[in-house]
């Protein structure tokens, strides 16, 4: 019988032979742990996430390297520039509408209004040394001169406020001749109350109504009807102004069109886009009705300017210069000789020098507007008032005369008396000065309503043709793209 080896231990039963001992396996790192081998490598660092306008650029890029993005492209920048040549073209020309629009019936209205409260104020002064140089027997006429003087004065000036702004220094100037007005009033009661009792100190309070006048009221509608002259200018520049901005996206757009069309007749061989050719057409369409529009308004506006505005102001002013001839004329025989200044190394009367002056710009003024009279109906009643005029300046000579020799009543006769005096030539200028510039306004409104219907319409054409055009483009390119499909 067979033992096995001492000191080895038998195998259990059914096994056989045992199999060697395996041999271990290295022991894995844990993390953290010093030494037990090199740590793994750490992963690669995520990409970062590319923005959607990075994406969008990129994707264009990629479309704008084939034909079909080529032409999206083309036809988005052809519908872009033309919406937005339409849309300047209309906001130009309501912007140019509208100041047209206002010289009509806005700026030369109220600078109209401006001049005819100058002259009432004047013609009221006028009318109040007339009737004072009659005395008690003042005239129903002259003394219903003076009011409507005064009430077309104040008339103006409630106008005038109602078309002014609050803090606008023509409602400062409103307020002061509305301050002043009453105070004027005043003055000229107490000189006729005085003048009816025979009382000397009547002419003091007529000089000092004059004085009122001619330093405080008269100047401050001056400056009113400047200002409104200025706002005037500044409507008239607005709306002759050319559209320059519209007019350079006009041709860009027809440029943009033209390439357009040349690219796709060299590409396909065919010579017309019916989408193409439509937006051309109302591109052109809307350019040209641009340049005629505006430039027949404009040449119409500066008609209305030229013989209307300017025709009208010269009018206004050698008007004025009459009725403070008048004035002045009158107040000589009210003062009588009270009021002197040095001219020339003399002593004159300070009221027949200022009779001079208006005198000379009446002369000037007549000549001006004989000029700037463009026809028939403007060229006679200016020649009326010049003849008037010169037939003026010999009565008055002869009235001064009689009034230096001591003959005070002929030469009152000769100044406010019937027939023969200068009122006679007074009343021929001041009518005369009356057709004439009812006649310039009738040219002015004429002339400056041609220039507003000329651009009629045309913003609205503007926004529609542009829309039809900017169709057309998208439409033709769409065409094109069809083919790729």
């Known amino acids: 019988m067979n033992r096995p080896p001492k000191g080895s231990a038998a195998p259990p039963p059914g096994t056989g032979v045992p199999a060697p001992p395996a041999a271990p396996s290295p022991s894995r790192p844990v993390p953290g742990q010093r030494g037990g081998g090199a740590p793994a490598s750490p992963p690669p660092p995520a990409a970062p996430r590319r923005t959607a306008f990075a994406e969008g650029v990129d994707r264009l890029r990629a479309a704008a390297v084939t034909e079909p993005g080529r032409l999206?492209?083309?036809?988005?920048?052809?519908a872009a520039l033309v919406v937005a040549f339409g849309?300047?073209?209309?906001?130009?020309?309501?912007e140019r509408s509208a100041a047209a629009d206002d010289v009509l019936f806005r700026s030369q209205p109220l600078t109209s209004d401006a001049a005819d409260i100058y002259r009432s104020l004047a013609e009221a002064n006028t009318a109040a040394s007339s009737g004072f140089l009659a005395g008690g027997q003042e005239t129903e006429e002259s003394r219903e001169r003076y009011e409507k003087g005064i009430r077309t004065a104040?008339?103006?000036?409630?106008?005038?406020?109602?078309?002014?702004?609050?803090?606008?220094?023509?409602?400062?100037?409103?307020?002061?001749?509305?301050?002043?007005?009453?105070?004027?009033?005043?003055?000229?009661?107490?000189?006729?109350?005085y003048n009816r009792q025979g009382f000397p100190v009547g002419g003091a309070y007529l000089r000092y109504a004059n004085e009122k006048m001619q330093q405080e009221m008269l100047p401050a509608a001056e400056d009113l009807y400047k200002t409104e002259n200025r706002r005037l200018d500044a409507d008239y520049g607005d709306a002759e102004s050319s559209p320059w901005a519209a007019i350079a996206l006009g041709v860009l757009a027809l440029a943009?069109?033209?390439?357009?069309?040349?690219?796709?007749?060299?590409?396909?061989?065919?010579?017309?886009?019916?989408g193409l050719v439509t937006a051309t057409a109302g591109t052109a369409v809307v350019l040209l009705w641009l340049l005629v529009g505006h430039g027949v308004a404009r040449s119409n506006l500066g008609d209305s300017y030229d013989h209307g505005v300017r025709s009208l102001n010269v009018l206004h002013d050698a008007r004025i210069a009459s009725l403070k001839a008048r004035g002045n004329e009158n107040l000589t025989l009210v003062a009588r000789g009270a009021e002197t200044k040095k001219a020339g190394g003399e002593t004159v009367d300070a009221y027949d020098l200022d009779f001079g002056k208006n005198m000379d710009a009446l002369g000037k003024g007549l000549a001006e507007a004989a000029r700037l009279a463009d026809d028939d109906a403007g060229e006679r009643p200016v020649a009326a008032a010049d003849g008037n005029m010169t037939e003026w300046k010999k009565r008055h000579a002869r009235a001064r005369e009689q009034d230096e020799n001591g003959n005070y009543q002929q030469a009152l006769d000769l100044v406010i008396g019937g027939k023969g005096a200068t009122v006679e030539c007074f009343d021929g200028v001041d009518a005369s000065l009356a057709t004439a510039l009812a006649h310039e306004e009738r040219e002015f409104r004429r002339a400056a309503g041609d220039g507003l219907d000329a651009m009629d319409h045309l913003p609205q054409g503007a926004g529609v043709l542009a829309a039809l055009g900017a169709a057309g483009a998208l439409l033709g390119i769409g065409r094109r793209l069809s083919e790729y499909r």
């Open 154 to 193: 104040a008339e103006g000036l409630v106008t005038a406020a109602a078309n002014s702004d609050a803090d606008s220094p023509s409602a400062d100037t409103i307020g002061r001749l509305n301050r002043l007005l009453p105070e004027y009033k005043g003055l000229i009661e107490r000189a006729r109350t």
């Open 256 to 274: 943009a069109l033209a390439w357009a069309q040349h690219r796709t007749y060299r590409r396909t061989n065919r010579v017309l886009n019916h």
């Open 72 to 78: 999206r492209i083309i036809g988005a920048l052809l």
């Open 87 to 94: 849309t300047v073209a209309a906001w130009q020309m309501h």
